[in-house]
């Protein structure tokens, strides 16, 4: 018996020193044995990928950039509900244990050794939560020589995570270590982190869960596609229930509750994350390019680090945008529709379709690219595939529509829909509030707000005007409505037309003649100011280009994006003062420390007197009737002034507006400028583009929680004595050019255009 007990304690004694070694073998990495361990800079502060996330001005969350869609939250706001539940269910000892609960390895030993019963393992929250952070399973940094050993290997693992375990216990607490776990355990969905998993399950804060939402959500970290709501709600019901019946066991749930709750279904309002969901996706997806060159740049990684970004767009603005484009379009897709019925919409200059545009255009898509890497040559292949019926979803403004299509023929019905894109920017501080880039993410991902350039037509006409003021033309000169000609390089003449193929032979004021878009008296401008000036003054007012120095930029022959246009219209507004259109105030890591400031770019493009007569250059497309169209609420008692534009045979569609602190452009047209109206009167920009921006306005005013009200458009400042006499046509002394002036000012028309502008000039001042 001495000798038994003799044994005994040997045993004892051997284990006494030999597991403390193996302990300290393991975590040094004796010979390269074990692998390495995490350092102790690291244990301090544990990484777990953040996803960025992208704020409006009013604070809303617009997005998130991720791989892992993780945000963190702290200890204090999570539920107890949440907090409860948890424990009850994977560590119910966890107050009183330092990272490993002996009694609960016994009991998993005795369980799965003796009964040979798989009731779980003994790992604690804290050996999870060591297991999350670090992911010393995967990590081939943390494998050494004895890994490849198949028992030994996974005794290694386990050890490393006991001893990683007692080391975080030591350095957090309780609190501190629930919170980092919850941050960092996965509940299925692409959500990563109690916030993520109660927003998309439940569109909740962590605080605010009920314990019925609870118990789903501890129940899905057992198995997040097995016990799926949205996938297995039967499954995921009962695994509620079994967490339910856990946090009973231990005290955290009265019996007679939980009679009631796990009778009942857990409401949910499931919203997964992703880029083509929620409001401006369009500018999200702007932001984020933006974005992957700023973190190359400084050293971060949008994806993983946690950023904060905090952009200029009102959430409640964009909204109303996003509203007033959809509203708008829907009708007008449905007239388009009736226009072409079973006519294809693209056709030549001379009105014929264009027999093999599908076949071409499809040519240009990442499918046939792909086709092409798959079969090369091969074109009998691709030509299959192509023309094969596939279940498809395909867009429409009733809701997207599932059917047996093919690819070629789905290509086709996306290329009969017309696009848009729409910006709203304060003209003063160069913040951009609402960006639409086009009408549904999902399907059409171009966007049309600053990627997207266009012929402007006669939106780009206010800048020859502009051109033409500082040259000492003045609004009240009349200039003759007939042919001017232009020799071109090329030994040809050109003579611009009016939209309406017409000259009426007389005179009219500039201001009249730029309200009506008269080609024939904007030539005559051009003629006489020359191109350069006008390329030169478009580049000072943003218009990038590339603008060719040619007359027929008068008429908007060039390209430019709405972005560009609306920046170089805000300059009349801002007292002639450029400021470039922006879209983030600033930056911040997960700390909350600022990381850049972004300030937009000024400079002075045009005279303050000149811009102040351009503002009331655009009103005239009120007062001279070509905006009577527009809703009287909307005119009424305010000041409004803008300009539409429409491009040869009715391509593209423009209008640019002007109110008290808002300048907002919108364009509408096919996906390629052969695709359009026949009609003039369907097709032009006052009929596309501008109920666009009446429908936005009006939202705008109604809106009880926004500051946007009806006004003068000049509110911070009165046209002074120099710029009245200059309006009369007394004198432009801040300009040297003049003597542009029409002799035939004695004509009842002349006379009446005179007489209007003078009423109008005591109702300003």
């Not at 970290?221 to 297995?232: D, F, G």
């Not at 019901?237 to 709750?261: A, C, E, P």
């Not at 973190?295 to 905090?310: H, M, P």
Request: net charge neutral; glycine share 6%.
């Amino acid at each position: 018996m001495e000798k038994i007990i003799r044994i005994l304690w040997k045993c004892f004694a051997a284990a006494i020193i030999s597991i403390p070694t193996y302990l300290f073998s393991v975590q040094v990495d004796f010979y390269h044995l074990y692998g390495s361990m995490p350092s102790t800079e690291l244990l301090e502060n544990p990484q777990s990928e953040l996803a960025s996330e992208l704020y409006a001005v009013d604070g809303v969350l617009l997005g998130k950039y991720f791989r892992n869609n993780r945000s963190s939250v702290t200890y204090e706001e999570i539920s107890p509900n949440m907090i409860h539940a948890l424990i009850a269910s994977e560590d119910y000892r966890f107050e009183k244990h330092a990272g490993i609960d002996l009694r609960g390895l016994l009991r998993a030993f005795f369980l799965s050794i003796v009964l040979q019963q798989n009731k779980g393992g003994g790992s604690t929250l804290t050996q999870q939560l060591a297991k999350n952070l670090f992911n010393i399973r995967k990590e081939t940094n943390y494998r050494g020589r004895c890994s490849h050993i198949p028992f030994l290997s996974k005794l290694i693992l386990k050890t490393k995570e006991w001893i990683l375990a007692v080391q975080l216990e030591r350095a957090y607490t309780k609190q501190e270590l629930i919170a980092m776990y919850l941050n960092t355990v996965t509940f299925g969905s692409n959500t990563y982190g109690i916030k993520v998993a109660a927003h998309t399950f439940f569109n909740k804060t962590p605080a605010e869960l009920r314990i019925e939402e609870a118990a789903l959500l501890v129940g899905l970290l057992r198995a997040p596609t097995r016990y799926s709501p949205i996938k297995n709600p039967e499954k995921a019901n009962h695994i509620r229930n079994v967490v339910l019946g856990q946090m009973v066991k231990y005290g955290f749930l009265k019996k007679n509750d939980y009679d009631l709750i796990s009778e009942i279904p857990t409401e949910l309002h499931y919203q997964e994350e992703n880029y083509e969901k929620g409001i401006a996706p369009y500018f999200r997806a702007v932001v984020r390019d933006f974005l992957l060159k700023w973190t190359q740049e400084n050293g971060y990684d949008l994806f993983s680090d946690g950023l904060r970004i905090y952009t200029t767009i009102d959430s409640r603005m964009q909204v109303h945008a996003e509203a007033a484009v959809k509203e708008h379009m829907a009708l007008l897709q449905a007239k388009f529709d009736d226009h072409w019925k079973d006519q294809n919409p693209w056709i030549h200059e001379n009105g014929n379709e264009i027999a093999d545009y599908i076949e071409k255009e499809i040519e240009k898509t990442p499918l046939y690219q792909k086709l092409r890497k798959d079969y090369g040559t091969d074109t009998k292949s691709i030509h299959r595939v192509l023309h094969t019926s596939l279940p498809t979803l395909l867009f429409s403004w009733n809701g997207p529509i599932q059917k047996m299509i093919t690819p070629i023929e789905a290509f086709k019905h996306h290329r009969r829909i017309l696009q848009a894109g729409c910006m709203a920017m304060d003209p003063y501080t160069g913040h951009i509030k609402a960006w639409v880039g086009g009408i549904d993410y999902k399907f059409f991902q171009y966007d049309h707000v600053k990627q997207s350039k266009r012929q402007t037509g006669s939106t780009f006409k206010p800048i020859v005007y502009t051109v033409a003021l500082d040259n000492g033309f003045l609004p009240t000169d009349l200039v003759t409505d007939a042919p001017v000609t232009f020799l071109q390089p090329n030994g040809e003449m050109w003579t611009p037309q009016n939209a309406w193929k017409t000259y009426s032979g007389k005179p009219y004021t500039l201001r009249y003649a730029m309200a009506k878009s008269y080609n024939s008296i904007t030539a005559y401008l051009i003629k006489q100011i020359g191109p350069q000036q006008v390329v030169d003054c478009a580049n000072r007012m943003g218009i990038k280009g590339p603008l060719d120095p040619v007359p027929a930029i008068c008429l908007g022959c060039s390209d430019a994006s709405i972005y560009e246009m609306v920046g170089a219209y805000s300059t009349f507004l801002n007292e002639g003062v450029w400021t470039e259109p922006f879209f983030i105030t600033h930056i911040e890591d997960k700390h909350g420390n600022i990381l850049q400031t972004f300030i937009p770019q000024h400079r002075e493009a045009i005279h303050k007197d000149t811009a102040d007569l351009m503002t009331y250059m655009l009103q005239g497309a009120l007062d001279e009737g070509a905006l009577n169209s527009v809703p009287i609420a909307l005119r009424e008692e305010n000041d409004i002034a803008g300009k539409s534009g429409t491009t040869s045979n009715h391509s593209d569609g423009w209008f640019i507006g002007l109110t008290q602190n808002l300048c907002t452009g919108v364009w509408v047209g096919g996906e390629d400028r052969c695709i359009h109206f026949r009609d003039f009167k369907l097709g032009n920009g006052s009929a596309t583009a501008r109920p666009i921006w009446e429908k936005f306005i009006m939202k705008l005013y109604n809106d009880p929680y926004l500051t946007y009200r009806k006004g003068p458009l000049l509110a911070n400042r009165i046209f002074s004595e120099r710029v009245k006499n200059i309006i009369q046509g007394k004198s432009n002394p801040h300009l040297g050019l003049s003597g542009h002036r029409s002799n035939d000012a004695s004509t009842d028309l002349a006379n009446k255009q005179k007489k209007a502008i003078a009423l109008d000039i005591d109702k300003i001042l």
